[in-house]
């Protein structure tokens, strides 16, 4: 006798098509109710674990999706969409360096992935890694001609080539000094790239004597990273202003929003000089950046006068930004013709810049400086420019 067949088993049905409807229909919550309870009991389900995972990641719990999508990875490693999500999820995370790591690991594994190029370079804009970004940019623009995120990424329209300041500052003094005054006007000519011109006339008003001063400044990129500089002033009556100084220096711009800034200035005034060497290593994280420099002046015959400063600005809307500078160290100061005075000093100093229009805006320096035992001066200067 033939035995009879064996009764057909029914299959379960997978809840994927009903949950990716909900998914897309706004309907998350529900989404999700239904896969959990279906990968509790087929957890090898790989496209319902996706589709969970960025059911988690458009409910905003970038960390319960980072869980799935590890699990995912630990399937199937060379997944460019587990890798993707990963990715994603890391910077939402706040960890842009590794969701950076995450996404070109998606590029390799895919290279004509447009939305893994779309998140390697909104993440290296946030990192501020500019050059990186603009490299990245350009070679997007050749694989993915008119694709419409380049064109939203795109950088805002470039201010205005020209740019001139009007400054006017004041200081009081304590221990019986005279003020200190500054007027002060500023013309930029910006090429873009960090291609740049600056004139500085200037009258400024120390211990009751006035000097004027002229100072040329220019600004040369040699490649995506560096950037040179030159700069040399001259007063005519160079009374307690410096008779003349030269300075030549660059910033170099290092991976992961890291630079490094450095120059060396002369300065003469009268009956002594003095030489000047700067070191600046600063970090841009988002739309922070923190610096600390370092500084030594030597004076013949003198000890070395050592400086350093921190600094923590924020910058905001297009342009906008506030910085908080704490200083410390000694100073050489020409206090009157031919009288050097070298303090201990400290201070606090608050700088800003805001746009008001599309081409008026205006600047603020507040601060407070103490110089030894010799005086204690605060003040502030306030500066309107208009670019065209």
């Keep these: 006798m033939i035995p009879a067949p064996p009764a057909l088993v029914a299959q379960e049905a997978s809840p994927v098509p009903r949950a990716q409807g909900l998914a897309y229909a706004g309907r998350l919550d529900d989404a999700q109710r239904l896969l959990v309870p279906w990968l509790a009991s087929h957890p090898r389900d790989e496209e319902a674990r996706f589709l969970l995972a960025r059911v988690l990641s458009w409910q905003a719990r970038p960390e319960d999706a980072l869980a799935q999508f590890d699990y995912l990875l630990a399937q199937t490693p060379g997944n460019a969409d587990y890798q993707l999500g990963k990715a994603r999820a890391l910077v939402a995370l706040n960890r842009p360096d590794e969701g950076l790591a995450w996404a070109r690991r998606a590029k390799a594994a895919a290279p004509a992935y447009e939305e893994v190029w779309q998140l390697e370079l909104q993440t290296l804009e946030g990192l501020g890694r500019k050059p990186d970004a603009a490299r990245l940019r350009a070679e997007a623009a050749k694989r993915f001609p008119g694709a419409a995120w380049l064109e939203a990424a795109r950088p805002a329209a470039a201010v205005p080539p020209w740019k001139v300041e009007a400054r006017a500052g004041y200081d009081n003094l304590s221990n019986g000094f005279a003020p200190w005054t500054n007027l002060e006007v500023v013309v930029t000519r910006d090429w873009g790239h960090h291609r740049a011109a600056v004139l500085d006339v200037r009258d400024a008003g120390r211990f009751g004597l006035h000097d004027q001063e002229l100072m040329l400044g220019y600004y040369h990129p040699v490649n995506d990273h560096l950037t040179v500089n030159a700069e040399g002033t001259v007063s005519p009556g160079h009374q307690v202003l410096p008779f003349w100084a030269l300075a030549a220096g660059g910033y170099y711009q290092l991976q992961d929003g890291w630079g490094i800034a450095g120059d060396v200035r002369e300065t003469a005034y009268n009956g002594a000089s003095t030489t000047r060497e700067l070191l600046v290593v600063d970090k841009y994280l988002g739309a922070w950046r923190g610096a600390a420099t370092l500084s030594l002046t030597e004076l013949p015959a003198a000890p070395l006068a050592p400086g350093g400063a921190l600094t923590l600005?924020?910058?905001?809307?297009?342009?906008?930004?506030?910085?908080?500078?704490?200083?410390?160290?000694?100073?050489?100061?020409?206090?009157?013709?031919g009288v050097l005075q070298t303090s201990d000093v400290y201070g606090l100093t608050l700088v800003g810049r805001n746009w008001v229009t599309t081409r008026w805006g205006i600047t603020h320096v507040v601060g407070v400086q103490v110089q030894g035992t010799n005086y204690t001066r605060a003040g502030a200067q306030l500066g309107a420019f208009y670019a065209f």
Excluded at 313 to 337: H, Q, S, V
């Design 313 to 337: 600005e924020y910058e905001y809307g297009a342009g906008n930004r506030e910085g908080l500078t704490a200083n410390i160290g000694r100073e050489l100061e020409f206090t009157a013709p």
